[in-house]
């Protein structure tokens, strides 16, 4: 009887969640299309900008180029010229490469759609004074393994210009090669003499022959340094918050294999000078990637500078330490099993 009372309870109880269940239809009204500018100009390239124009929060159809904007370039107020369009949204002037000191404006206009600027500027090229470097090696412990990781560590030191406020960029890029087989097995038909009649085989010699193939890509590293306020898929940010006017040594590092190469690899260090715009758009679009798969996080609005639109127009300039290293292609970390 007990058992019966506490099936009739639990049934009950399943029954009125079941119960209280429905399904919900919201109307998601779609607001107004605005024009999007992103773009980072910088005093070593032509000056382009990508001009497209926001979808519905449930649109997941690619991006809508505009290619029939109009694009004005703006050069400390003055009209320099009107950029024309080249492909996928992207709008470029015919000859011009912006200088470090003067305010760049881009206006778009696009039928259908309101008129939107953008404003910025080229800081000043803060130089690589030196760059130290070091190969070390982390091990890593577990039940019953061990595994060790070779890291490339290199400090780059820089003098953080006294009362001015300073943002900066840092990344590697790597001219590197790997190896492609080919397979060139050439058969040979063979014979022997055997119990009175020949007897055919095949005989095979297999030669390697491999070409090498360059490719040229940004190598991802990592930091601890203290200064560190954000790791980006476009490098490490940070600012002169902690170091305002003083010397400063960074410290960052990236795994040693993914320097490896089939011969040499020419490797560049890059200190970039960035705008406030640009340091607060990916600051910014790092806490948005950090916060996708966090249902409990705040959502974080990305950074715009675009008035009456979206996206953002930034700033840059460069110092560049090139060095040449070789590490074997097929070098790979240490791992071992214990029991």
Same mark, same amino acid.
């Given at each position: 009887?007990?058992?019966?009372?506490?099936?009739?309870?639990?049934?009950?109880?399943?029954?009125?969640?079941?119960?209280?269940?429905?399904?919900?239809?919201?109307?998601?009204?779609?607001?107004?299309?605005?024009?999007?500018?992103?773009?980072?100009?910088?005093?070593?390239?032509?000056?382009?900008?990508? /001009? @497209?124009?926001?979808?519905? &929060?449930?649109?997941?159809? +690619?991006?809508?180029?505009?290619?029939? *904007?109009? !694009?004005? $370039?703006?050069?400390?107020?003055?009209?320099?010229?009107?950029?024309?369009?080249?492909?996928?949204?992207?709008?470029?002037?015919?000859?011009?490469?912006?200088?470090?000191?003067?305010?760049?404006?881009?206006?778009?206009?696009?039928?259908?759609?309101?008129? /939107? @600027?953008?404003?910025?500027? &080229?800081?000043?090229?803060? +130089?690589?004074?030196?760059?130290?470097? *070091?190969? !070390?090696? $982390?091990?890593?412990?577990?039940?019953?393994?061990?595994?060790?990781?070779?890291?490339?560590?290199?400090?780059?030191?820089?003098?953080?210009?006294?009362?001015?406020?300073?943002?900066?960029?840092?990344?590697?890029?790597?001219?590197?090669?790997?190896?492609?087989?080919?397979?060139?097995?050439?058969?040979?038909?063979?014979?022997?003499?055997?119990?009175?009649?020949?007897?055919?085989?095949?005989?095979?010699?297999?030669?390697?022959?491999?070409?090498?193939?360059?490719?040229?890509?940004?190598?991802?590293?990592?930091?601890?340094?203290?200064?560190?306020?954000?790791?980006?898929?476009?490098?490490?940010?940070?600012?002169?918050?902690?170091?305002?006017?003083?010397?400063?040594?960074?410290?960052?590092?990236?795994?040693?294999?993914?320097?490896?190469?089939?011969?040499?690899?020419?490797?560049?260090?890059?200190?970039?000078?960035?705008?406030?715009?640009?340091?607060?758009?990916?600051?910014?679009?790092?806490?948005?990637?950090?916060?996708?798969?966090?249902?409990?996080?705040?959502?974080?609005?990305?950074?715009?500078?675009?008035?009456?639109?979206?996206?953002?127009?930034?700033?840059?300039?460069?110092?560049?330490?090139?060095?040449?290293?070789?590490?074997?292609?097929?070098?790979?970390?240490?791992?071992?099993?214990?029991?």
């Amino acid at each position: 009887m007990k058992f019966s009372i506490n099936t009739v309870v639990l049934i009950s109880i399943l029954g009125l969640f079941f119960s209280c269940e429905s399904v919900l239809f919201i109307e998601l009204e779609e607001s107004d299309k605005l024009i999007v500018v992103n773009g980072t100009i910088s005093n070593d390239s032509i000056f382009s900008v990508q /001009v @497209s124009r926001t979808r519905h &929060i449930l649109d997941n159809a +690619p991006l809508a180029p505009l290619e029939g *904007a109009q !694009v004005r $370039l703006y050069v400390n107020g003055f009209m320099l010229e009107e950029l024309h369009y080249l492909e996928n949204g992207v709008f470029k002037s015919e000859h011009f490469v912006p200088e470090i000191g003067n305010e760049y404006m881009i206006e778009v206009e696009n039928a259908g759609l309101g008129p /939107v @600027s953008a404003r910025s500027e &080229i800081p000043e090229t803060i +130089p690589i004074k030196k760059v130290d470097t *070091a190969t !070390v090696e $982390l091990e890593y412990h577990g039940p019953g393994w061990s595994t060790s990781e070779a890291y490339f560590q290199f400090d780059v030191n820089l003098n953080d210009p006294p009362d001015i406020e300073n943002y900066y960029l840092l990344n590697m890029k790597g001219d590197r090669s790997y190896t492609q087989w080919r397979d060139t097995t050439v058969s040979y038909i063979d014979s022997i003499f055997h119990n009175g009649e020949w007897n055919y085989f095949v005989r095979d010699s297999t030669y390697s022959v491999g070409d090498i193939i360059r490719f040229n890509e940004f190598i991802s590293i990592g930091s601890n340094d203290l200064i560190v306020e954000a790791i980006t898929n476009d490098g490490i940010l940070f600012s002169d918050q902690l170091i305002d006017g003083k010397p400063y040594s960074i410290r960052a590092m990236a795994m040693t294999h993914s320097l490896s190469s089939a011969d040499s690899a020419v490797v560049d260090i890059r200190l970039h000078s960035i705008s406030e715009s640009y340091y607060k758009y990916l600051k910014s679009r790092q806490k948005h990637y950090e916060s996708i798969d966090d249902y409990l996080a705040v959502p974080v609005i990305v950074y715009s500078n675009v008035e009456n639109g979206t996206g953002f127009l930034g700033g840059y300039s460069s110092d560049v330490y090139t060095f040449t290293t070789f590490i074997p292609e097929d070098s790979y970390n240490y791992y071992s099993e214990f029991y």
